[in-house]
Structures are given as structure tokens and as C-alpha cells.
């Protein structure tokens, strides 16, 4: 992405602003009588500055370059398996999921050496184990 | 001021063998995941932040000291070897580290980055102790107008000196306080912003927010440049004259002046807030060079240029401190990370913390004398072995550290709740970073936030919402006439930059 990358980002905040101004503000900020500063007077002044900063942002980009699409893509699928880690860890556990979680996770980085596999899948969600269980009296998710 | 028995007892607690033993530990891990390359001391201090819960708050603090300045130190091993900093700051001691490396002498640039980083560490912590008491009896004149104003100010600047646009900083600055003023608010205590989430309700939690932001965005970001490839080991070649492998006094005393103005250039740099130590170590590298009888062979092995970049970028660490303990105000991500650490103990830094906690503050500067000292001692005996940390796979590092995470977020945060919110900011830090908004303004505005909007519902308090009383303030209309001169300064700066 070449310099649109700042019109893109800059619309974003545009629109987030007039949305949370017209629209989230009003309706999930509760109203107080009477004190010095509203409970909402603080979120509009800064809806407000995000979206004149995103209009303005719009108007007088940077050069500023991102990743390519496709790096976008990767990230993508990295938050998913994260995000299923965790959904995993609130039905199982963090015992059960966290060597299937460390697995994914280098073997999409690219490790294939069976020492440093077992190293990070087994080794690793066991150190931690013993860290949180037995060294801090804690408890895993 | 501070009473003498108090600064006595504070030192004491310092030097107790628990306190030592964290230090210890946390210069140990500062120095390991400095010489990891994109770990970093900044990450290691997300992480480890949940896991100080059950300690003393000293022990706690001067651990997360430890883990910083070993960071600093251990950052310069990758530099210096392969050329690739394990942190900014070490950017420029790569310049004239890698060369010397190349030359079969890269035991001689380690050690002279250790000591020079060592020297400068020392000479800003030493500043720190003798400076922030006195700030902090004038920073305790300020009501709650000034520090409206204060804070205003350090917007103002922080976003005009942190990234390459004013725009960007400014937005990341509201974005931080916008997800600050989630939860309850601070004058009727009504619900604002929680989307029917009672867990909300107390705020977002702190260790969320920070570890998603600095730690788990960054991971994955380099795991996504990295996919499908391992980093493959580094191959050392070194000289057989033992003279090779040490510095020796004479050259370490041919360094003195070049490190004695690094450490005065990261001194005055850390206490600025927003500037931070990679500039502070590129500035000193382009003084020393441009004060040499001989700039020529800069960049290609010179120890001063070593000494410049390493004096500098660790001197900030000491006077980083110095806005953050009189004013409250963090002047960099580390510092933020160590004002987190003192909320989680129910502690707000700040003018008052050397009346109600002076044992803590002199019990902190006391740690952070004796982390100079591991520092250099660690540093010694370890560089060898964390030249063999360099070449560790990124693949279990990664996957190590985002279990350290969940399971870190997850305690401090009593649940999964605390960890989805987590990769939240991750991905939101993640897209953040990648279309240039410095993450560093966010986090501040984060912190400050609530105290932002308390003071300035105190000051409308006291003024009975007449907002022209703040004309009354000589300290408040200095703060925001230069609020705003420094944002059309910065304006004007960034067209010139634009042209």
C-alpha cells in the first residue's frame, strides 16, 4: 500500500468519530445532572478530535507505507489461532490446549526440528505449568 | 524534604538479599531477551508485570529495573554480531560494534558496549537520586489546574516528537484516552462505554491493554514477516590475541570524555519525556564523530563510537524516572510499564509518592545502583553465553512468550475475559503500528487518562466551571502557551519535513 495507506487509516477515524459521536456516545453513556463534567464531555471532545485528525489526515497524507496484503493475510491467520487458543483454553483448559496452541504456532512460523518442537510443545507448557501451579500457588486458565 | 532515616531504611531495604536475588533474576532475563533479537526488554517487562503480583512492591519494581537495564545491555550482543539491534536503542552501536565484530574482536565490542553502558547508567541514576526530590517538593505547589495544563502539555510535545506526523500522534493520544474513559467516570461514578460488559465496569485492565499493545502485537507482527522461515544460527570468527577479547584500562580511559558526554546527552534526553534513548544514542554517535581527530574510521570498528551510542542510550533509563516520580508523568514506554507496576500495587506516582512512599522511591534508587553493578558483573560472565542466546530459533520464542502471556494476563485479570481483551489491542496495536501511529503516545494517554479528566474536573471544581480563572495560574498559562507554540512549532516542522 503506498500513500493511501494515511486516507485509508484517516477515513477509518473519520467515520469511527462522527459514529461514536452521533451514535455510540448517546446511547451507551449514561446521563449525570448537575456536577462540573459530564460523564459524556470528555468522549465527545475526543470523538470530535478524531475525526477532524482523520479528516485532516485524509486531506494531507504522509508518505507513510504499510506490509503488503499479503503479510495482512498472515497476521489474519495468526489472530485466528490465537483467538481460537483462547476459546479452546475456556472449554479445556490451558493444560490441553496450550502444546496444540505451541504447535500451530511454530509450525507455521516454519519449524520442523523435532528437538525444538518438543522443546516449545512440551518443555515450554510444562515450565509454565510448574511456574504457575506449584512455584506461584496459582491457577491456569 | 525526604528524612534521612527514611532514605537510610529505604537503602536498607534495597540491599536486602531478596531484593538482590530479583534484581539479580531480572538482569539475568534483561540480558537474555536483550540479545533475543524482537524480544526486547520492553516485552519481557509486559510479560513479567503479572507475574510480580505476589511480591513485595520493591522487590517487584527493582525486578522490573533490573529487567530494563539488563535489556539495554543485552540489546547491543545481535547488534554488535549480526548486525540486527534486539532493541532501537542498540541501532547505533551496531554502526561501529558489527564492523569490530567483522574484524574477529566481537568479545572486545560486547564489553566495551557492557561498560560504557554500565558508565552512563550510573551517572543518570546518580542525577536521578539528587534531582527528583528536590522537583518533587516544587511539584507538589501544582493543584489540579497546572496539572491539567502539565499533562496538556506533555501531549502536546509527545505527540509532536514521537513518529513522523503531528496528526498521527494527536489521534493516537485521543485513542488512548478514549479507552481510557471506558468504565466508570470520575465525577458521578455512572457507567460510560462498557456495551452491557460489567467486567468493564472498574475500567480495561491495565495488564490487557499493555501486554496486547507492546508485546503480543509485536509478536505477531514478526511472526508474520518470519512465516515459513526459521532464522538460521550466526557463524563467529574471532582472533587468536587475547588482547582481542578484553578492553583494556587505557582504553576504556581513552573513552572517558566520549562517554561522560553520551551520558550527559541521555541524561537530558531521558528527562524530556517522549524523546527516548535511540535518539539519545545517535545524537551522542554524531557529537563523537564530529568532535574525533579522526571521523573517518567511525563506522568502521572504533570503540568511541561504541562508547557514544551505548553511554547514551543507557543513561536515559535513569532520568526516564525523573517525570514519572515528581510529576506522575511517564516519558517513555518503560516507564509507563514501571507506572503500571506501581498501580498494580496501589501506588500512584507522582509529587506525593516521596511523602506517603519515601522507603519505596529510596529503596528503588538503591536497586537500581546495586542493577549497575549485576549489570556489569551478569554482563561479564554471561556475554558468551548469550552470544549462543542470538542464535536461538524465533519459533519458541514467539510461542513461548504468547503462552507467558495468556497465562500472565489470565492471573492478573482473574479470567479469559483479560485475555481476549489482550488480543484485542493486540490486533488494534498491530494495525496501529503498521499505518505509522506511534503506540508509545497511545500507551501514555492510556495512563494518564483518568488522572487527565479528574484534574480537570477539579480545576472546574475550583474555578466554578469559569475556565478564565486559569488565568490566575502564572504555572498553567506558561504550561498551555507553550502547549500550543509547541504544537505550531511541530506543525511547521512537519511541512518543512513534507517540502
Known amino acids: 500500500m503506498s500513500a493511501s495507506a494515511d486516507r485509508i487509516s484517516g477515513t477509518l477515524f473519520l467515520l469511527f468519530g462522527l459514529v461514536l459521536y452521533f451514535h455510540i456516545i448517546p446511547t451507551y453513556v449514561e446521563v449525570a445532572e448537575g456536577g462540573n463534567l459530564s460523564p459524556d464531555t470528555m468522549p465527545n471532545i475526543i470523538a470530535i478530535v478524531l475525526a477532524v485528525g482523520g479528516a485532516f489526515l485524509v486531506l494531507k497524507p504522509t508518505d507513510h507505507r504499510t506490509e503488503n496484503l499479503r503479510v495482512f493475510a498472515v497476521t489474519a491467520a495468526y489472530v485466528f489461532v490465537l483467538a481460537s487458543g483462547i476459546y479452546g483454553m475456556s472449554w479445556f483448559g490451558f493444560e490441553y490446549v496450550a502444546p496444540p496452541l505451541a504447535f500451530v504456532i511454530m509450525w507455521m512460523i516454519g519449524e520442523r526440528r523435532p528437538a525444538w518442537l518438543v522443546a516449545g510443545v512440551v518443555l515450554m507448557p510444562a515450565f509454565i505449568w510448574f511456574l504457575v501451579i506449584h512455584a506461584l500457588g496459582r491457577a491456569l486458565p | 524534604m525526604v528524612d534521612l532515616s527514611i532514605i537510610l531504611a529505604g537503602f536498607g531495604d534495597a540491599f536486602s538479599l531478596t531484593n538482590l536475588l530479583f534484581v539479580l533474576g531480572g538482569v539475568v532475563l534483561g540480558q537474555f531477551v536483550g540479545a533475543v533479537p524482537g524480544i526486547g526488554p520492553i516485552m519481557a517487562m509486559a510479560i513479567a508485570i503479572p507475574f510480580t503480583f505476589a511480591l513485595d512492591p520493591l522487590v517487584a519494581i527493582s525486578f522490573l529495573v533490573g529487567v530494563n537495564k539488563g535489556g539495554l545491555v543485552g540489546g547491543a550482543v545481535p547488534a554488535v554480531l549480526m548486525n540486527t539491534p534486539g532493541t532501537p536503542d542498540a541501532a547505533a552501536t551496531a554502526m561501529d560494534g558489527y564492523p569490530l565484530a567483522k574484524q574477529g574482536k566481537p568479545l572486545k565490542a560486547t564489553k566495551m558496549a557492557l561498560f560504557a553502558s554500565v558508565t552512563g547508567d550510573t551517572f543518570s541514576d546518580i542525577v536521578l537520586i539528587t534531582v527528583s526530590a528536590p522537583l518533587a517538593v516544587l511539584a507538589l505547589r501544582m493543584g489540579p489546574i497546572e496539572i491539567a495544563a502539565l499533562m496538556i502539555f506533555a501531549f502536546s510535545v509527545l505527540a509532536g516528537l514521537i513518529g513522523n506526523s503531528l496528526t498521527k500522534g494527536i489521534l493516537a493520544a485521543a485513542l488512548g484516552l478514549l479507552v481510557a474513559s471506558i468504565g466508570t467516570d470520575p465525577e458521578h461514578y455512572t457507567p460510560r462505554l462498557i456495551f452491557g460488559y460489567w467486567d468493564l465496569f472498574d475500567g480495561l485492565p491495565l495488564p490487557s491493554v499493555a501486554i496486547g499493545m507492546l508485546a503480543i502485537s509485536e509478536i505477531i507482527r514478526r511472526m508474520s514477516q518470519s512465516h515459513g522461515r526459521v532464522q538460521s544460527a550466526i557463524v563467529l570468527t574471532e582472533t587468536d590475541d587475547p588482547d582481542d577479547r578484553r578492553v583494556s584500562w587505557a582504553e576504556y580511559w581513552s573513552c572517558r570524555y566520549t562517554m561522560l558526554r553520551g551520558a550527559v546527552i541521555g541524561t537530558i534526553f531521558g528527562a524530556l519525556p517522549g524523546i527516548g534513548s535511540t535518539a539519545a544514542a545517535f545524537m551522542s554517535y554524531a557529537f563523537t564523530k564530529a568532535r574525533s581527530k579522526d571521523p573517518s574510521s567511525f563506522g568502521k570498528g572504533n570503540l568511541h563510537g561504541i562508547a557514544a551510542a551505548e553511554s547514551a542510550n543507557s543513561a536515559v533509563v535513569g532520568s526516564n524516572l525523573i517525570p514519572l516520580l515528581t510529576l506522575g508523568i511517564p516519558g517513555s514506554v518503560s516507564a509507563a510499564l514501571i507506572i503500571s507496576a506501581f498501580m498494580i500495587h496501589g501506588m500512584q506516582p507522582g509529587p506525593l509518592l516521596f511523602e506517603t512512599q519515601g522507603r519505596l522511591v529510596y529503596g528503588l534508587f538503591g536497586a537500581m545502583i546495586m542493577a549497575n553493578f549485576i549489570n556489569l558483573w551478569v554482563g561479564q560472565l554471561g556475554l558468551r553465553l548469550w552470544v549462543k542466546v542470538v542464535s536461538a530459533p524465533e519459533s519458541i520464542i514467539f510461542s513461548s512468550a504468547i503462552l507467558l502471556c495468556f497465562v500472565g494476563v489470565s492471573m492478573a485479570t482473574n479470567g479469559l475475559f483479560g485475555v481476549a481483551i489482550m488480543l484485542i489491542f493486540a490486533v488494534l496495536g498491530y494495525l496501529m503500528s503498521s499505518f505509522g501511529y506511534p503506540l508509545v503516545i497511545f500507551i501514555i494517554a492510556f495512563f494518564l487518562g483518568p488522572r487527565f479528566e479528574k484534574s480537570i474536573s ?42
Open chain 2, 458 to 499: 477539579q480545576s472546574l471544581a475550583l474555578t466554578n466551571g469559569d475556565l478564565t480563572q486559569v488565568y490566575k495560574s502564572p504555572v498553567a498559562v506558561a504550561l498551555l502557551v507553550l502547549s500550543v507554540v509547541s504544537f505550531f512549532w511541530f506543525l511547521s516542522r512537519g511541512k518543512e519535513a513534507q517540502e
